[in-house]
Structures are given as C-alpha cells and as structure tokens.
C-alpha cells in the first residue's frame, strides 16, 4: 500500500502546481470527472492517501515532562546536597531539600503540560463535513450529491461550497458563482478575495492564486465546485503544521541566565566546602563533626528557594499583565518580554482593526474626510472649510444613499445596538451612510431592490435597480472607479447635473490617483433613471458603455490603524525596541499604514515577498536591520525574518491572529497571539496572548517584563549577598576559632535560610515598578543576572556581615559560654540578612523613598521575621531543637547596632551613586 501511495503521489504532484493548469488538465492530472468519484475509487484513494486530518505529534508523558524538570543545574546541586545531608545524620535538612527540590519539578510540570497543543487546534479549524459528488459504484453514471465526513475527502472529490462554508482541503475551483472567500487567518489579506476558475501564472504568489481554495479558509458569498487536490497534510495547512514543528523555539533570556548563576552557585558549594573540610582535616578536627559542617556550608552556599521564587516571581509578573489585558501562557516568556529588542507585527488585525472603513469621499469637486474608525457608527464629515453635513439635496447624501443601495450588506438588531453584516467594503459604505444619520431602513423602504448585475472581476462594477416612489425604476452602480466614469455620461455637483467632459474625467481619474496613492480602496458611484422600466434593455445599455449614468462621485476605504498604536509603536521606540510590519498585504497599502503610525521616522523601507525569496540569509540579515516592512510575505518569509533578526543578536516578538503567523511565532523567542480576532492555533503556539487584541498592551508587558529582570536582580542579590556571608563566616570559624566550637549549628543555618531569607527572597518578589522603566535601552543578550553592583555588595556587604558576626562570636567566647557565643552569632548574622533586605528592595532608590505601602507584604515579612528570631531565643520548644539560649537587652542592643552597618553602608553607596549619575541615569541600570 505504501508502494502505490508513493507511485500516485509521483503521478498527482507531476509539476507541483495545481492553480496554473486549466480545469480540464486538473482534472486528468487527478483521474477525475466533473460527476466526481465513485464510492469504490474514493475508498481506494482514501486507503492509500490516508484521511484528510492533520498528523498528531506523539504527546509528552507526565513522568516524561516532570522528569525534564530535573535537567536545571540547580536542581542537581540541590539533590546532592540533599544526599549528603543525609548520609551525614542530618535526615531532616536531607528531607527539607527534597520538598523544596520536589516543589520545584511540580511546579515546571504544570507549566508545561499544555505547552504542545497547536497541533490539535489546527485540526479545529477544518469542517466536519462536507458536500460532494460520489457515484455508487464505478458501473453507474451521472452524478450523486452526498455529505461525507471531512477527513474522508480524498484528491478527485468534487465539492460544493456555498456562503458560510469552511473549505475542507485544498481545491481547485472548477465553477464559481459570484464566490468569495475569507483567507486572512492564511494570507493577512484583508478583504475577500474574490475566486474562479481561470489558471493563473504557475509563479504567482499564494495570494494571487485567484483559481485556488485552501483549507479553514470561509466563503463568504456566493457557491462554486471545486476539485479537492490535496489533503492533509499534503496540504497548505498541513505544509503550515510542518513548519510549526520544525521551528525551534530559542532558549530563554532567564532559562540562560538562571543557567549560567547556577552553574556559578554550584561552582561556589563545592569549593567551599572542599575548602572547609579540608582545613578541618589539617587541622586534626573530627572527620564527621567536619563533614557536616562543610555539608552546612555547601548548603549555605546553595540559595535552596532560589528556584522556587524564580516561579514566584513569573508568577507574579504575569498576574500583572493578565490585570493588563496580556495572558502568558508559559512563564519563561515573562521576563523575555523585557529583553526585546524587535517586535515584528502582522498589519491585518493586529496594527490595523481589520475592518474596512470609509475615509474620504470625493464629491462636488473635492475631497470630504470621514471621521471613525472600523464598524462603529461613531464619526463625522469635514472638508478644508469645516464640519459638513450630509444634507437632503446634496451630492454627499445621494452618494452615501446610492451606496447603501447598491448593496447586499444588512443591518442586524442587536441589543446594544446594531450590527451591520456582510463583505466589508459594503459594510463600510452602510456604516458611512448611519454615520450620516440616513435612514436606511426607511430608504430601502421607499425604493425597494427589484433586480441586478452581480459584482463580476471582469466588468468590476455592480448595479441594482429600484422602483422610486412615482412608479419610476432607478439603477445604482459601483465599482473600479474608471468602469464607473466610462458608464456615465453627466455629473452631480453643487450647481446640478452637468456635462461630464474629458476636463472633468480627468479631474475625476487624477482625484482616484490621489485617492489610491493614500493606500485607499477607491470606488466610483452613480445612478440612472430607467427608461420606460425597462431593465433588461438598459442592461445591455450599461454592457455596452451607452447608459449616459450621472456620476455622483468617489469613496475611498482602508483598513486603519487601530487608535491606540501610533502611542504604542512611540513607546516602543522609546524603550530602544524595532517595530517591523510583517504583511501579506500590498506594498502601497502596508507604507501607508507604516507611515501613520509612525513606524520610522526617517522614512519606510520595504521590501516584498519576491525580494526577500531572492535574498540569502547573509542578505536577509543585513535588510532586517533597515527594514520597517516586509509586504507580500508568506509563512515561510516570516520564519526567515524571525531568525535573520536572532541571528542579528535581537531578541524577537512576533505578533498576529492567522494560521500563517503560526510557524513564525513559534520561532520567535516570544509569540504573542490576539485573543479576540486569533484562531487557535496561534493562541496555543504563542507565548503570550494579548485578551483585547491591543497592540499598546504589548508595551505594558515589556514593562513588567523589565520589571520581573529588576525583581529577579533584586533577589539573586539578597540571596547571593548573605548566602556568601554565611559560608565566608563559617570558612573563616574554621579557620580561626578551630580552638573554639562550631560559630553555627546546621540546624541553625538551615534555619536562617528557610525562616529569615524564605520571608524576604519571596516578599521582594513582589516589588512594583520603578520610575524611567520604559526610558532604558534593552539589555544586552548576553548579560547576565550578576553585574557590577552584585559583585560590589557581595564582595564588600558579605565580608562585612561575616567580620560582624565573627566578631560577635569572638567576643563572647572570651566569657567562655559557648551556647551564649553561637546564639549571638546566630542572631547577628540573621539580623544582617533583615538589614540586606531592605537594602535589596532597590538596586538604586533609597528605601526611605520607596514608602510602606508600595509593598506590604514585605514589611509583613519584616515584623514575622523578628518576632520569629526573637522566639527562636526565647522560646523553650525552639531552644531545644536551635541550641540556642535567650539573650539580654543589651545583647540585642549590641546585635542591633553591628548589625545595621550593612544598611548605613548600603544607603551610603545609592546616595553617593545618584549624585555621580545625575548626569546619566541610565548607567547604573546598564
């Protein structure tokens, strides 16, 4: 079976094109007939071709996905500290660790679980089931309508599409009816696009593929037949399902980052407490009193919650961006978002409101603009003199009416209003007419709709008669402005219905030129009085060029940008981030758009599809860096131009609603869908999708992405800064006071690690936005989470918070009470990780500045965190199991005061840094 697939999948792909043969060539291609299959042949082609659905990828296990988690070299570092603590005695730190390791891999397991479903959701968008022609067996003629199940369509079926139809398979169209179909979730297109059965060039684009049908693509007027050529995943969608699961989603800033910090904190354990055991060794001590204390500082070493406040503070990121209208789908993606450096954008939905709109009309001689944007009827008229108004008797009016005519939208009551449906060029020529307050419902009413000629790409233009209240008939046209002007013999103007001389037709094409050269749609309109109601002879009028019509004018249409992205595309800017338009659209219409938001300032460069086919990747990845539009693109080019741009070093985002944004945006280091206009397939591919499909709500979450890297910073530091004035204190006791006891009990170290830093590492999670986030330039891709500022507070903070509690500790060990030393000691070096904190809250800013209610939870953490330290002294059952006894006022008095050097010292440095940057605020965060 697999032999024959192969021999008739040689013979049916002969030539790899479908949309440049005739229908007869189509149809001997595929052994087929008009009357469609038979029942016998198409369960032949069904056993050998397979069923038309789309292949499932082989899903992760549970234990496969849980045991993934266990590759992070933290992890590791974390399970032989664990390892050892328990062959060591110490049983319980051994089983802390695990929970906290185990916490951890759970945690990362469900992020992950729904992480490869775009798969499944591509096969969501196929039909159920469709209408074709089947015989009932080979012997028998004629031809047999039949619904069948979708995936049984096989290459030969003849299908039957009408309006609100899904195309179940690639076709070819074989008959058209005034058929159109929706291909903007593949194409980016976004207008209908009308379809018949005429080959067209074999190196035309996927767009200009006027004789083709693509699976999940609508119909959205009109019928046809069609022949199925392809299924599967032998078709487009199926050859989109490939590249989705070819492209390789890059590694992630944090996942890098956390990376490299581990292997450095795993690094740090081993030396440090091979160092200790070792100088235990030379120095004659115990062999098992030494190991633990080194396997304490291994785990001293190791920030145990480093992991699990990484997820907190994800976590808590994309909270904030879900209030922000952003829903993240996989937390790694939240902190990325603050790395960005490009964000390459589809038009069609996402930049634009994909829906057509009105924008300025051409009557009387010049130019009226039209307010609003999209299907609202919210918008006005104005032209250079003012606000105008589409008054009875006026030329604007008998436009807007003659075009809502001339039309086969309707008007839908909803119950918060109205709801136009239809093609959106005619919906857009309803809502201009409701903006002008006619009543449409009453005019249609007066004139009722009697016959007309079907919009035909041919002869582009559409005419509807009407009986007029004195029992006259009245046609109404529309279409390519030139066919419109060439019908009309007189004008409409202030002064009346004139002549329409060659001055006046050339008045009229260069106002079109204008028009089009603003990326408008442009349309003329006119009407005709009937003679003696006879339609059909002013029919044939109309086909020969002789109807003497009277122009009323010109409406030119866009698909605009949405209001708020020309801020948001600014912001960008600001932020040091590339925008880059991504469409299927044309050239003119993609700068157009370009240039009104403001993509660049200095002009827009684009290039198309064909260009960037012609490119190699060397090419590619130096056009990428002057480029602000690529129109005319495929999946394919945007695939390329995601990777030419992290090839380049950028950190990418690419946005869009379609099936053909979906390879790309699984490519890109953030894929953001939208979720109101996107299909499922790019929401479960993406990253990120944006719930109010708002280009300016990807701005917020770059913002809180930058803020998650700060708050990230903020804790690797707090973690780091003690951490290593723990193991600097316990090396330094060791080879000091070998004379003397261990300065801290294990116990008493797991204890400030768990109790004091699990408060604060968690609470300063939580921290909120700084001031000039936005203002920063995008941190470099190779930048890691410790920089300048780190190392200065670890090396300096660390080594005085351990000088502070040697100190201490020496100085009660002349008393001679050892239990009394290590209590100090123990509170000391706890009482510095309090001060660390809020030294930690800000990198730059002064805590006195910040104010208490900024973060609450951290001050909550700051009184449990005392009133914890204190009961650890005074309370009997803690004693017991801390070996620690209480202490006096002065004791504490005495605590307090070494203690708090690290926060004078710490407030010291912001004060003295703001002043030495007053002139560039931006270099301590670079």
């Known amino acids: 079976m697999a032999g024959d697939q192969a021999q008739a999948g040689a013979r049916l792909d002969d030539g790899n094109t479908w949309h440049d043969r005739t229908v007869t060539e189509a149809f001997d291609g595929l052994e087929a007939s008009e009357q469609g299959l038979s029942q016998e042949e198409a369960a032949r082609r069904l056993a050998a071709y397979g069923p038309n659905e789309l292949a499932e990828k082989d899903a992760l296990s549970g234990l496969a996905i849980f045991l ?63 209408d074709v022609l089947r015989g009932t067996s080979s012997d028998e003629g004629g031809e047999a309508k039949v619904r069948v199940p979708v995936k049984a369509l096989v290459p030969g079926d003849v299908v039957l599409l009408e309006a609100g139809a899904i195309v179940p398979a690639d076709c070819r169209v074989i008959e058209a009816m005034n058929l159109e179909v929706d291909e903007a979730f593949l194409t980016g297109e976004s207008l209908p696009v009308r379809k018949g059965p005429e080959p067209v060039a074999k190196a035309s684009d996927l767009t200009e593929m006027s004789d083709m049908l693509f699976a999940g693509s609508a119909v959205i007027q009109g019928r046809g037949r069609a022949l199925v050529v392809a299924t599967g995943m032998d078709s487009e969608m199926g050859r989109i399902t490939e590249l989705i699961r070819e492209s390789e989603p890059g590694e992630a800033p944090i996942e890098r980052r956390i990376r490299d910090l581990s292997v450095k904190l795993g690094l740090f354990a081993v030396i440090a407490s091979a160092f200790i055991f070792a100088v235990g060794m030379i120095q004659g001590l115990d062999f098992f009193d030494t190991f633990v204390f080194a396997i304490a500082a291994a785990v001293s070493a190791v920030p145990e919650g480093l992991l699990v406040v990484m997820t907190i503070i994800l976590s808590v990121g994309a909270f904030r961006m879900a209030k922000r209208f952003a829903l993240i789908r996989k937390l790694n993606a939240v902190e990325t978002l603050g790395s960005l450096t490009a964000i390459c954008s589809d038009k069609t939905g996402t930049l634009t409101s994909n829906q057509m709109t009105v924008k300025a009309i051409h009557v009387d001689g010049g130019a009226v603009s039209v307010g609003g944007a999209g299907y609202e009827v919210a918008g006005g008229f104005e032209d250079d003199s003012g606000p105008v108004e589409a008054v009875e008797g006026s030329t604007l009016k008998a436009l807007l009416e003659a ?84 019908m009309c013999g007189h004008v409409l103007g202030p002064e009346g219905i004139a002549e329409l001389d060659q001055t006046s037709k050339e008045g009229l094409m260069a106002a079109n030129s204008e028009l089009a050269g603003n990326a ?61 338009m991504c469409t299927g659209d044309h050239k003119a219409t993609a700068e157009a758009v370009a240039k009104e938001i403001g993509i660049s ?122 951490n290593a004035a723990e193991v600097m204190t316990l090396a330094a006791a060791i080879v000091l006071f070998h004379q003397h006891p261990l300065i801290l009990l294990p116990v008493m170290i797991l204890w400030i690690n768990l109790v004091t830093d699990g408060f604060f590492d968690k609470t300063l999670a939580l921290e909120g936005r700084e001031g000039g986030m936005m203002e920063r330039p995008p941190r470099r891709m190779g930048e890691n989470i410790i920089d300048g500022i780190m190392v200065r507070n670890l090396a300096v903070l660390g080594l005085l918070m351990a000088a502070g509690t040697l100190f201490i500790f020496n100085s009660a060990m002349a008393e001679g009470d050892a239990e009394r030393a290590r209590t100090l000691a123990f509170a000391t070096l706890a009482m510095f990780q309090v001060w660390n904190a809020l030294n930690c809250r800000s990198r730059t800013e002064s805590v006195f500045s910040l104010g208490v209610r900024s973060n609450k939870y951290f001050h909550v953490a700051l009184v449990a965190s005392l009133g914890l330290l204190y009961l650890a002294t005074e309370s009997s059952i803690l004693q017991t199991a801390l070996g620690t006894v209480s202490l006096s006022l002065m004791d504490w008095l005495t605590v307090l005061a070494v203690s708090s050097s690290v926060f004078v010292i710490g407030e010291m440095w912001k004060f003295a840094s703001k002043r030495a940057e007053s002139g560039n605020p931006l270099s301590i965060a670079q």
Do not use: W
């Not at 449906?421 to 709709?449: C, N």
């Not at 044939?540 to 020309?566: C, H, N, Q, S, W």
């Not at 869009?656 to 996107?678: E, F, H, Q, R």
């Open 68 to 130: 993934s988690q266990f590759k992070n070299p933290l992890n590791l570092v974390l399970a032989v500290a664990a390892a050892a603590s328990y062959i060591g005695g110490h049983a319980i730190d051994a089983v802390v660790i695990v929970v906290i390791i185990g916490f951890n891999a759970a945690m990362g397991s469900v992020q992950e679980y729904k992480a490869e479903k775009s798969i499944e959701a591509l096969r969501s968008m196929s039909a159920p089931e469709a």
């Open 403 to 486: 075009a809502s005519l001339c039309n086969d939208s309707t008007i839908v009551a909803e119950d918060d209003g109205i709801e136009v449906a239809g093609e959106p060029t005619e919906k857009a020529l309803v809502v201009a007419a409701l903006k002008a307050s006619i009543d449409l419902e009453g005019l249609q009413g007066r004139q009722p709709r009697v016959d007309d000629i079907p919009f035909n790409p041919e002869k582009r233009y559409m005419v509807t008669f009407h009986r007029t209240d004195g029992g006259g008939m009245r046609a109404y046209a529309k279409g390519a402005p030139e066919d419109i002007i060439g």
């Open 520 to 580: 408008l749609r442009v349309l003329g309109v006119a009407y005709g009085d009937v003679p003696g109601n006879d339609v059909e002879a002013y029919k044939k009028t109309i086909e020969e060029g002789k109807a003497g019509m009277t122009l009323l004018g010109l409406a030119g249409m866009m698909d605009p940008p949405r209001a708020e992205v020309k801020d948001a595309v600014r912001l960008c800017h600001s932020a040091g981030i590339k925008v880059i």
């Open 601 to 722: 300032s200095k002009g827009v460069r684009t290039y198309t599809g064909k260009e960037l086919t012609a490119m190699s990747d060397d090419e590619l990845d130096a056009a990428v860096e002057d480029a602000q539009v690529f129109s005319r693109v495929s999946p394919e080019h945007k695939n390329r131009i995601v990777n030419a741009l992290k090839r380049n070093g950028h950190v990418a985002a690419m946005t869009g609603d379609g099936v053909n944004d979906a390879p790309a945006l699984k490519s890109a280091d953030v894929g953001i869908a939208m979720g109101v206009t996107g299909t499922d397939v790019t929401k479960e591919v993406a990253e990120m999708v944006l719930t109010d499909d708002n280009f300016a709500t990807i701005v917020n979450a770059v913002e809180e992405g930058r803020v998650v890297f700060e708050n990230v910073r903020k804790v690797v530091q707090y973690l780091i800064t003690t």
